[in-house]
């Protein structure tokens, strides 16, 4: 299978002092989807930003589709690498109505599309709609159409679940995952909630500290572990699991 990013020891500071990323290396299967998990301050903002363009990386190379798009000698501009961004506000036009959300940037077949997105997304009634009177999930839906709406080869998503109740996380997770397996991208988002990676992603990656702690796919994830922290990690789970289930029995 091709790959669709290739990432070698990619770094970056924004202090000169310590790392906010620090050498990260890994590749990703084009069709997949990638959970970065990691808390706050461990590079997953950053890594994410890097990919899309926004930032400078102080040393590394960045591929996509096979095609340098960062290294020590070039930086890509955003709009040139076919790779869509997220924000985790959503960042919808509010004087615009759904379907001139998911239109902005179109310069054709602008009525198709927005026929094809909306019922991919079942908000097929919504197209008049303005952004306030959206719920957030729906909001959310609309975000990732608009951004599929330009033919990335890459959605980058940034922390996608994190102002959503427990409840609807579970649904919208499955939603993403059946809209971009539909649309046969590829998707690398970040989170701090590792349910979030298990629940839809292929491969997960943990970073602390700016550093890859592990990096493997979701059916490997708890397989011959050598760090102890990531130990840690999956004790923690299975143990939140164990009295989750002992609660509902």
Not at 136 to 144: H, L
């Amino acid at each position: 299978m091709n790959k669709i990013i290739e990432i070698k020891g990619l770094s970056k500071s924004y202090d000169g002092k310590k790392d906010a990323l620090s050498s990260c290396t890994f590749s990703m299967d084009t069709g997949k989807i990638c959970a970065v998990v990691g808390e706050s301050g461990s590079g997953k903002s950053t890594l994410l930003r890097l990919i899309a363009g926004l930032e400078r990386p102080d040393s590394g190379q960045i591929k996509i589709k096979g095609k340098i798009v960062s290294d020590d000698t070039l930086i890509m501009p955003p709009q040139h690498r076919h790779v869509g961004l997220v924000f985790q506000d959503f960042a919808l036009f509010p004087h615009l109505t759904v379907a001139q959300n998911i239109t902005f940037g179109l310069k054709t077949n602008k009525k198709e599309t927005v026929k094809r997105l909306l019922q991919l997304i079942k908000m097929e009634d919504y197209a008049h709609a303005y952004p306030t009177s959206l719920s957030g999930g729906q909001e959310q839906r609309v975000a990732i159409v608009r951004t599929l709406a330009l033919n990335p080869e890459l959605l980058l998503l940034d922390e996608p679940f994190s102002n959503l109740d427990a409840g609807l996380k579970s649904e919208l997770r499955q939603e993403i995952r059946q809209i971009v397996k539909k649309v046969g991208t590829s998707m690398i988002f970040i989170t701090h909630d590792l349910y979030d990676a298990i629940d839809i992603a292929d491969e997960i990656i943990l970073l602390k500290d700016g550093s890859i702690l592990r990096n493997s796919s979701i059916t490997d994830f708890s397989k011959n572990i050598q760090n102890e922290e990531v130990e840690k990690i999956i004790s923690d789970l299975k143990s939140n699991a164990r009295r989750t289930l002992e609660l509902l029995d």
